[in-house]
């Protein structure tokens, strides 16, 4: 798997009334890489999620996923959102096999893929519970499973525990570092939750807002055998630090 | 003993099957004391007895046929024509802003005013009736369902497109089951107005309905009769409300 943004663009509006929401931003990661983008509101980064899904076309520079440039949304590059995740009116193994079906695949690998991620997510027991009965960070997990249950290549989270208290998203991002070190997955994660990407990204893109721009990049070098325990240590602090001083002032200038 | 009887109170059913008593009740003690000439206000029993000659002699059943075909015709053509109108309307824009004004516009004409020209295009036959009942509950429904589109969030949408689907699934993977319980209500809503517009069409002109025997009961004096016809008709809407609200319990079992 190989994502590469060249010099992408985009703009809403035509014009003198045409506004600037991302300001060619480049990167690249490869199979097995977790990257975040960290930005607070305004630096377009829901915006940038939603033209790698191919929900929205570049204003100009290109996307290409292995080669082939990103033309419009597909199940090689899998989402989940920050709210409305699962379908209300399907089971938590129905939500699981959804994907699946719109695909075509054969009943019988249905059903057992859908038993396998259900348990890949620790959920096998709520197979039969609709989302209402299911708690927001349940409904997270069945919502990751069938994203991966539909086979893609690279897995887009916009800032998928935004809408959690504060423990269950400290679980769930142990949960998601506990599950892309299992699988090996491709992991781009949206979020402005400071600590939620220095936790699990290998590495950071900041992006500053209003256009948004990629203002640095830094490779996150910390032993994070224990989350809860690298949370705590110096060396996480400091680093939390700097990098909050520098959205901090990104956010000054615009004052 | 008071156990039982305090958790009768809490029923959800009780205080309104009270208050419903409650009217019959003082229609009873009114009639009964005779402070009222019983040819304008008839007892219970009197209406019971009109009830029971009616069934006997086939009328009423009749009547209840007659009624309820002309409103399943027009409100099933009503409900065929705004399914893909209004999903049309709530999911492309444009298609919106060509006919929206114009269902508003046409909304506030009442149905019962288009009467006098149903009868000059299509005489006094079922067709008028039925089209009375496909107008006065087309607009409703078509801008209700369209409200019910507009309002399926964007990301069961967009996660569809990401899992693989192509967009001639949206429709019925996910557009459908969203909306299916608004459209229930919807159809329960406005089977109340197809309900009502039967009654005014037959009040107006026909040779059988609910509606025709309560214009002959008057032509008679026979408020007895005038009462059962309302009795049944309010009767027969509640059944029918009452099995939208099951269809959806059972349907859209998700949504309660």
Redo the contacts between chains.
């Keep these: 798997m190989n994502l590469v943004l060249d010099a992408v663009c985009k703009r809403f509006g035509d014009g003198k009334q045409a506004q600037l929401v991302l300001d060619r931003i480049s990167l690249a990661m490869h199979t097995g890489q977790f990257l975040a983008l960290l930005g607070s509101s305004g630096s377009g980064k829901s915006t940038l999620m939603r033209l790698v899904a191919g929900l929205e076309q570049p204003s100009s520079g290109s996307i290409s996923l292995d080669g082939q440039p990103v033309r419009g949304p597909g199940s090689d590059r899998g989402m989940v959102f920050q709210k409305y995740s699962l379908y209300p009116w399907l089971t938590a193994a129905q939500n699981v096999a959804f994907g699946m079906e719109l695909q075509g695949l054969e009943r019988a690998e249905i059903r057992e893929r859908t038993g396998f991620y259900l348990e890949v997510v620790g959920l096998a027991e709520s197979a039969r519970r609709l989302p209402r009965e299911l708690s927001g960070g349940m409904q997270q997990r069945v919502a990751i499973a069938r994203a991966l249950a539909a086979n893609p290549r690279v897995l887009l989270l916009d800032e998928p525990f935004g809408a959690l208290d504060l423990q269950i998203r400290e679980s769930m991002q142990e949960f998601l570092y506990g599950l892309w070190r299992r699988t090996g997955l491709s992991v781009l994660l949206i979020t402005h939750d400071i600590d939620e990407a220095l936790l699990l990204a290998q590495q950071v893109h900041i992006l500053a807002p209003r256009p948004g721009r990629i203002v640095e990049s830094l490779t996150v070098e910390l032993n994070k055998d224990n989350l809860q325990d690298l949370r705590l240590s110096p060396a996480f602090q400091s680093l939390r630090h700097r990098v909050a001083d520098t959205l901090r002032r990104l956010d000054g200038d615009l004052a | 003993m008071l156990r039982p009887l305090r958790s009768l109170m809490r029923h959800p059913w009780t205080l309104g099957v009270a208050g419903i008593a409650l009217v019959f009740g003082l229609w009873a003690l009114l009639a009964g004391l005779q402070l009222v000439d019983k040819l304008f206000l008839p007892t219970p029993a009197a209406v019971l007895a009109a009830g029971q000659e009616s069934a006997a002699n086939g009328e009423l059943w009749s009547d209840i046929t007659a009624s309820l075909l002309r409103v399943l015709a027009g409100f099933g053509l009503s409900a065929l024509v705004a399914l893909p109108l209004g999903i049309a309307m709530g999911a492309n824009a444009s298609f919106c802003r060509l006919l929206e004004p114009l269902l508003a516009l046409l909304r506030y004409m009442p149905a019962p005013a288009f009467i006098p020209l149903l009868i000059i295009y299509f005489g006094l036959g079922e067709l008028p009736k039925v089209l009375l009942i496909f107008i006065g509950t087309l607009f409703f429904n078509t801008l209700m369902i369209m409200d019910a589109v507009k309002f399926v969030?964007r990301?069961?949408l967009?996660?569809?497109?990401?899992?693989?689907?192509?967009k001639r699934?949206l429709l019925l993977?996910?557009i459908a089951?969203?909306i299916?319980p608004q459209v229930l209500d919807a159809f329960r809503i406005n089977m109340a107005a197809a309900w009502n517009l039967v009654i005014v069409a037959e009040l107006v002109a026909a040779d059988s309905g609910l509606g025709k025997r309560i214009t002959l009961a008057q032509r008679f004096l026979r408020t007895d009769q005038i009462f059962l016809g309302l009795i049944v008709i309010g009767l027969i809407g509640l059944v029918i409300d009452l099995s939208f609200r099951l269809l959806m319990r059972r349907a859209?079992s998700?949504?309660n």
């Design positions: 969030p990301e069961l967009e996660t569809a497109l990401t899992l693989g689907g192509k699934d993977r996910v089951p969203f299916a859209c998700w949504a």
